[in-house]
Nanobody, 128 residues
Framework: QEQLVESGGGLVQPGGSLRLSCTASGFSLDPYAIGWFRQAPGKEREGISCISSGGGMAYYADSGKGQFTISRDSSKNTVYLQMNSLKPEDTAVYYC?????????????????????WGQGIQVTVSS
């Protein structure tokens, strides 16, 4: 069964860092642009960042600029989201998503359209 799986979440203190991973089960991520999203309790889902299928282009929404870094490793079939200087307001369920169209994925990050595949999400809690 084709699915995306997130890992690397958990509890971290304010100011700390986490690296989330998004891997694919049953298919290669190579043809897909991959994006990271999050949804905090009581809030709408927001896009953070996305990376093109070849890894040559990365896009960051305002929520991700300067704090998050997206990357991908084709040999490991994995996309990463490095999160630094975490704050309590970064607490959310984080999702990765795949789309064959990089521009469409950017649009989804801004609330338009949908992606081909979504992960189940992983909890990130920033608290002392």
């Amino acid at each position: 069964q084709e699915q995306l799986v997130e890992s690397g979440g958990g509890l971290v203190q304010p100011g700390g860092s986490l690296r989330l991973s998004c891997t694919a089960s049953g298919f290669s991520l190579d043809p897909y642009a991959i994006g990271w999203f999050r949804q905090a309790p009581g809030k709408e889902r927001e896009g953070i960042s996305c990376i093109s299928s070849g890894g040559g282009m990365a896009y960051y929404a305002d929520s991700g600029k300067g704090q998050f870094t997206i990357s991908r490793d084709s040999s490991k079939n994995t996309v990463y989201l490095q999160m630094n200087s975490l704050k309590p307001e970064d607490t959310a369920v984080y999702y990765c998503a795949a789309d064959v169209d990089f521009a469409a994925l950017i649009a989804t990050m801004h609330g338009e359209g949908d992606c081909n595949f979504w992960g189940q999400g992983i909890q990130v809690t920033v608290s002392s």
